[in-house]
């Protein structure tokens, strides 16, 4: 669903990206996982064609990003890292604006956010600005889904929301996937990653490593000893700082 073939990307004297290659499958749902300024915004902006890349080519359901940005927006739903819809229409407004940009409306895909929609449905006079940091996702998240995209692109979803918010919102990415959605995350927790098919950790713009988080653990296990009672996702930080220091 998404092939990536040596994306590079230069913002002045910053090597944003380098050589980026990979790819992902139909109803994966892959990780995109490194700290801030790693380049996985900027990965990002290109896969969704908001952003050009200086060369290297990208291709998302079989749409090139260059040429074929106009249908490629009709097959994919992004939701950016800040909350970027409109603060003062409410919470129906704003979801129902979505849809008719997309030629559908909300009763068409109800059945694909009535999950995440619901727990908002109470809040759907409120204006968007006035919502929490955790309801603002879940508006994000559903204004993303509602024209039924082919791949989903979630910037940093959970950033800044509390751990209760942030556990439903990946038990809501497990049924989309079983929706048949392609879906990419980028996050900076270790846990989350582990949640992932797959992950890339990614650093100064460079992918150091693409495999399961189980794969990943197991390939440095050699080199770090585990320590008692580590988590699957501390285990998976461990192997993370390893490989930052070997750069």
């Known amino acids: 669903m998404v092939n990536c073939q040596y994306i590079n990307k230069r913002y002045g004297e910053v090597q944003a990206l380098k050589n980026i290659s990979f790819e992902v499958q139909a109803c994966e749902l892959f990780g995109l996982i490194g700290p801030d300024g790693a380049g996985k915004t900027t990965l990002f902006r290109i896969l969704t064609s908001l952003l050009l890349a200086d060369s290297g080519i990208a291709v998302v359901d079989g749409l090139d990003v260059r ?5 490629l927006r009709h097959h ?6 800040r909350f970027s819809l409109y603060p003062d229409l409410t919470v129906e407004e704003n979801l129902n604006f979505f849809a008719t940009l997309f030629n559908t409306t909300v009763q068409e895909n109800y059945y694909l956010i009535k999950d995440i929609y619901q ?11 006035k919502l929490s940091g955790g309801m603002k996702q879940k ?13 989903l692109f979630l910037d940093e979803p959970t950033t800044g929301v509390d751990p209760v918010s942030r556990k439903e919102f990946w038990e809501m990415l497990r049924k989309l996937k079983l929706e048949g959605i392609t879906i990419i995350v980028s996050t900076p927790y270790m846990d989350e990653a582990n949640r992932c098919d797959r992950i890339a950790l990614i650093q100064h713009g460079t992918i150091m490593s693409i495999d399961t988080p189980a794969h990943i653990i197991a390939q440095y296990a050699d080199k770090i000893p585990p ?5 699957a996702g501390q285990r998976l930080e461990e ?3 390893y490989l930052m220091q070997q750069q």
């Open 76 to 81: 994919i739903g992004y939701m950016p890292g």
């Open 67 to 71: 040429t074929d940005y106009k249908e």
């Open 239 to 241: 192997c993370f700082i």
């Open 139 to 151: 508006l994000a998240l559903s204004c993303a889904l509602i024209h039924k995209p082919a791949v």
């Open 227 to 231: 320590k008692e009672g580590a988590t």
């Open 119 to 129: 727990q908002i449905e109470p809040f759907k006079t409120r204006k968007a600005g």
